[in-house]
């Protein structure tokens, strides 16, 4: 019985790294695609519960640094971890650990899940802005926050 409870865990968090790929491939293109990623880690985290969840977001990262064409734009490898949108990725991961705290926190209540969602937006934000901001500054110049702000965050 509790070796096919893990297969069966080990099943969800597959499922949902490749739910996240499908989601990363729903995109409107642009300096910072707006994708569905988020969603897919929420929706992860979500079903999943945080521990799970974070090992579904964990599990995509992995898929996507070793080449697979998991990211948004049929993108995977290095490259893509360390490009400008690059941070955004490592964003999901942070995300996904952000809910995971705030459920230990809180619990598994509506409200709660609804409130980490927007810690966890927050999180990604950070991340992949403050990433975005100096991979943009070393390769083409200075740039300021605002403008930064314009490209990557108020858009969505």
Do not use: D, H
Request: aromatic fraction near 12%.
């Amino acid at each position: 019985m509790e070796k096919s409870l893990k297969i069966r865990k080990l099943t969800y968090v597959a499922l949902f790294a490749v739910v996240m790929a499908i989601c990363a491939q729903i995109m409107i293109p642009g300096p910072v695609p707006f994708t569905m990623q988020t969603f897919g880690v929420f929706i992860a985290v979500g079903v999943l519960g945080g521990q799970l969840g974070s090992a579904a977001v964990f599990l995509y990262l992995i898929m996507g640094a070793v080449g697979l064409p998991v990211f948004a734009g049929m993108k995977g490898g290095l490259g893509a971890l360390v490009g400008v949108t690059g941070g955004y990725i490592f964003g999901f991961l942070a995300s996904a650990l952000v809910m995971w705290g705030m459920e230990k926190l809180l619990g598994r209540k509506p409200w709660a899940l609804a409130l980490s969602m927007v810690a966890g937006l927050l999180a990604c934000y950070a991340l992949g802005t403050g990433w975005f901001l100096l991979v943009y500054t070393r390769n083409t110049g200075a740039i300021g926050l605002w403008a930064v702000l314009l490209k990557c965050v108020i858009p969505y």
